[in-house]
Nanobody, 119 residues
């Protein structure tokens, strides 16, 4: 079993920044592909950024150049640095871990952390 706990959400004005953290505990002997997702009211959940177990990163077009995903393996923590925030970034942000070979590709989700960007 894997447990994910997000933190770092809050309210910020447009143009500001926040850093989200996702702490991973449990079966940390497995390799995981990590990703951040967000869901705004009335909208589907969408992927924002991802980092695989080899450190390769990918971003949604809407956040490229503004957001950065990173991981600290010693701390079992994944970060999402969000800069130049816009009101449309307002959403609940979720962390996800997906087992990477040779571990089974199960998905684990955190409970989410709210980010609200005011104009």
């Amino acid at each position: 079993q894997v447990r994910l706990v997000e933190s770092g959400g809050g309210s910020v004005q447009a143009g500001g920044y926040r850093r989200l953290s996702c702490s991973v505990s449990g079966n940390t002997q497995c390799r995981y592909d990590m990703s951040w997702h967000r869901q705004a009211p009335g909208k589907e959940r969408e992927i924002v950024a991802a980092i695989d177990s080899d450190g390769m990163t990918n971003y949604a077009d809407s956040v490229k150049g503004r957001f950065a995903i990173s991981q600290d393996n010693a701390k079992n923590t994944v970060y999402l640095q969000m800069n130049t925030l816009k009101p449309e970034d307002t959403a609940m942000y979720y962390c996800r871990a997906t087992g990477s070979w040779p571990c089974p590709p199960y998905n684990y989700w955190g409970q989410g952390t709210q980010v609200t960007v005011s104009s």
